[in-house]
Antibody
Framework: EVHLLESGGDLVQPGGSLRLSCAAS????????MSWVRQAPGRALEWVST???????YYADSVEGRFTISRDNSKNTLYLQMTSLRAEDTALYYC???????????WGQGTLVTVSS | DIQLTQSPSSLSASVGDRVTITCRAS??????LAWYQQKPGKAPKLLLY???RLESGVPSRFSGSGSGTDYTLTISSLQPEDFATYYC??????????FGQGTKLEIK
């Protein structure tokens, strides 16, 4: 059974930094693209970033240049380094496993990031 | 970016009703369209992908159809556990996914 466990969410001041982690188990982590999707309170889902098997990253325009996605296949862990955080980055951040040539098919329970002074 | 517009934004229905939710894309997505169900405080759950393919374990009362820019999710006979928010998502521009704004399905 696929299991994704996010951690690292916290309250941070505007301009601050945070690193999210997602520990994966139950599937071949190194063989799957992985994504981060966020959901602001009461709002819709928003794609943030994806990293392909080979390590190529992709970012939404709203986070490009501020967030960095990475993966450690030896630890079955996905990361999201977040810098220059803004109030509008406040959201529940989900880690998701991407189906090959398909949509994300498994999601963690999310980790909450709050950006506020 | 491809924009997805769902309608309606909210819907009240009764157990046993047939319900249809529509998702319109700003450009064709070539059937690379998925539907998710999200209950309060829970992660999204994949229901259908490739427009009409049912994810393993999802009841057959859920179905999907469409092509080009217009897609629908139909629940043939609502059950109490189906009251939730539903999102469409395109993965035609993988990995630049986009989601619809959601449709909240409430009990009448």
């Amino acid at each position: 059974e696929v299991h994704l466990l996010e951690s690292g969410g916290d309250l941070v001041q505007p301009g601050g930094s945070l690193r999210l982690s997602c520990a994966a188990s139950g599937f071949s982590f190194s063989s799957n693209a992985m994504s981060w999707v966020r959901q602001a309170p009461g709002r819709a889902l928003e794609w943030v970033s994806t990293i392909f098997v080979g390590g190529t990253p992709y970012y939404a325009d709203s986070v490009e240049g501020r967030f960095t996605i990475s993966r450690d296949n030896s630890k079955n862990t996905l990361y999201l380094q977040m810098t220059s955080l803004r109030a509008e980055d406040t959201a529940l951040y989900y880690c998701a496993k991407d189906r090959r040539a398909g949509p994300p098919d498994s999601w963690g329970q999310g980790t909450l990031v709050t950006v506020s002074s | 970016d491809i924009q997805l517009t769902q309608s309606p934004s909210s819907l009240s229905a009764s157990v046993g009703d047939r319900v249809t939710i529509t998702c319109r894309a700003s450009q064709g997505v070539s059937n690379s369209l998925a539907w998710y169900q999200q209950k309060p405080g829970k992660a999204p759950k994949l229901l259908l992908y490739a427009t009409s393919r049912l994810e393993s374990g999802v009841p057959s009362r859920f179905s999907g159809s469409g092509s080009g820019t217009d897609y629908t999710l139909t629940i043939s006979s609502l059950q109490p556990e189906d009251f939730a928010t539903y999102y469409c998502q395109q993965y035609y521009r993988t990995p630049r996914y986009t989601f619809g704004q959601g449709t909240k399905l409430e009990i009448k």
